[in-house]
């Protein structure tokens, strides 16, 4: 619909530019295409918002793909947890902030990605003050409320975890394929 009325806006200034003139002959047939331009330009400048209208991807299999990368490292971190290592839930924070981004992308996702930010800060709050308990407390807190769980392992010999490439399972435990 948007993009045949800016079609049809292109036609009509073209048109306009090729019109026979009330004046008679003149020599201004510069003007004429200076006009015409500036015509085309405005419409070009009015269009220009409909244009390029992305929705930033949002998608099942996108917030899946989140889920599943970052899920799946935050899921790896429950060792170094129980460890009490804060280095490694360091070293995995931009784990947390892409997996809340990517599984909570849409606005009606708001009051999940809040709660989902208030766990991740709870956890480094944990790690700023060297608390091992209340970095337990907060880790599992933040895996329970966001369903967060590892991929499972996929033997090759009785199943097939991924089909191409491009899946996001490839290089994970569960990136087996059956090879004839």
Do not use: C
Not at 37 to 47: P, T
């Amino acid at each position: 619909m948007k993009l045949s009325a800016i079609i049809s806006a292109i036609a009509v200034t073209s048109a306009a530019a090729f019109s026979h003139s009330s004046k008679g002959m003149t020599m201004s047939a510069n003007t004429d295409r200076r006009q015409a331009l500036a015509k085309f330009a405005g419409v070009a400048a009015a269009a220009a918002p409909f244009v390029a209208n992305a929705d930033g991807a949002v998608s099942g299999a996108s917030i899946g793909r989140a889920r599943g990368l970052y899920g799946g490292r935050i899921a790896a971190l429950a060792g170094a947890v129980a460890a009490g290592d804060f280095e490694a839930v360091v070293a995995e924070k931009n784990a947390f902030i892409l997996f809340n981004s990517g599984a909570y992308p849409t606005t009606k996702d708001k009051a999940a990605k809040n709660a989902a930010i208030s766990g991740t800060n709870a956890i480094f709050a944990a790690i700023r003050s060297k608390d091992k308990a209340a970095l337990k407390s907060a880790y599992d807190s933040y895996v329970a409320s966001n369903d967060i769980s590892a991929l499972p392992a996929v033997d090759a010999d009785k199943g097939q975890g991924y089909s191409s490439d491009f899946d996001y399972r490839v290089k994970t435990s569960a990136g087996a394929i059956y090879v004839r």
